[in-house]
């Protein structure tokens, strides 16, 4: 229940780190832009004190007695000088410097306003930041040799002030905007933990389950994007039941198949110790020797049918008439023992000869199907292999001369443990050869031979639709 819990939190903090980053981003951005904007708006205002404090030293300006005189407005400067907090700098003269008022050393702009112009800039004096404002007017007459008649008039205030109003502005809307990712914070952890309530009671459901319990999830009440999921998860639940219930069946059936030649040997040897003469002794390990084979065959089935259900595909592209001589070469012994006429007919000169599959998986498959023909098959019978292949799909198919299909168990042939009258099999090799065809998307087909008897056993899958070399299906 720990994992669980901590595994919650960290999606949260996963999707809030993810978040509140970007979010912090964008604030930046923004307080940056306002640092900007309150910069330009203070700028605006106190330039224009500034500019006020130029207008009436100009209207106090005279000129009359052939000098520069300049009658300070004490009153406005005096309220100049608190609003700015600071020290109020002014200087007037003439734009070639020889005639001035006020402090000389005042910085100078970096070149001379256009007339009836003013200009602001910030610049440095005596070791503080000062905002310096310069208007440039012209005078009726010069007032010195040079006959120039521009008159410079600054005015510098002490930053201290606007420094002051921007930082508190800019504190103020630091702590807005910090207020606002951590109630987003708060606010996406609250909804987070809402939204994933759903998830939470899923989560509790499954892990109430035993082991055995594979019943579908309840999907109702949670979100529409968590419903897939749910859905994927039942599918494969139903998945797993399906082959946990073929797999039951086959172990009871199996342990049925295997208990019964047991059986049958263990008979046969307490009949056989029983027995004196030696004649008597022969045939009993004769039929050891037959049903020793029956169950070694129906043991071997048993493990093909467990693995055609589970082993992996491995596709290739192979030759059908090299795969067909294969088959018989391994069947011909068992063909000879028979007397049987045994051949293989492989795809005719000029036809497509090559196959795509798993040729092993195949193989065992049609070796099932070729075993049954001769096994069925009359002594000196006939049997016959062949294959086909074409643009739509790959064939195998063996002819027997046996007695045919049995009526009774036609409708169920294919199935495991299924088998007709004379059988001695454990009735797995049709339901392995149909198991192996149609994990290739094929299937098995089984029809009479002709007008006479027999059955014709035919093994089909597309060609095309496999995974490619090496991979899983």
Sequence with gaps: MYWKKTRRLTLKATVLALLLPGLAGIIAVELSLTRADALEAANAAYDRSLLGAIRSLDLNVSTASGGLSVELPYRLFEFFQLTARGDVYFRVATADGLVEIGSPDLPKPPALPAIGTPVFYDATYLGDAVRVGTYV?????????????????????????????IRSF????????????????????????????PLSVLAAQVAGRSDADLRPLESRGLPADVQPLVEAVNRQMARTQAVLQRERAFLDDASHQLRTPLATLRAQIDYGLRETDPQQWRHTLQALSQQLDDAVRSTHQLLAMARSDTVALQPAAFDLGD?????????????????????????????????????????????????????????????????????FGCSLWVRDEGPGLDAAVQPRIGQRFVKGRGSNGAGLGLAIARNIAERHGGTL???????????????????????ADGASA
């Design 445 to 467: 087909v089984l029809e009479p031979a002709g007008d006479g008897p027999g059955l014709l056993a035919r093994l089909w899958w597309p060609s095309a639709g496999l995974p």
């Design 323 to 391: 795969f067909l001589r294969t088959v018989a070469l391994k069947l011909l012994p068992q063909a000879r023992a028979r007397s049987l006429d045994f051949g293989v007919e492989p795809p005719a000169a000029g036809t497509p000869a090559q196959a795509r599959g798993d040729a092993t998986l195949l193989g065992e498959a049609f070796g099932n199907l070729v075993h049954n023909a001769i096994v069925h098959s009359p002594a000196q019978g006939k049997v016959t292999l062949g294959a086909a292949a074409d643009g």
């Design 170 to 197: 800019m504190w103020r809307a630091t702590l807005r905007d910090g207020s606002l990712i951590a109630l987003v914070g708060l606010g996406l952890a609250g909804l987070m933990a809402w939204a994933m309530r």
């Design 137 to 165: 007017r012209l005078l009726e007459q010069p007032l010195s040799s040079t006959g120039v008649r521009e008159l410079v008039i600054q005015v510098a205030e002490n930053l201290a002030n606007r420094r002051e109003f």
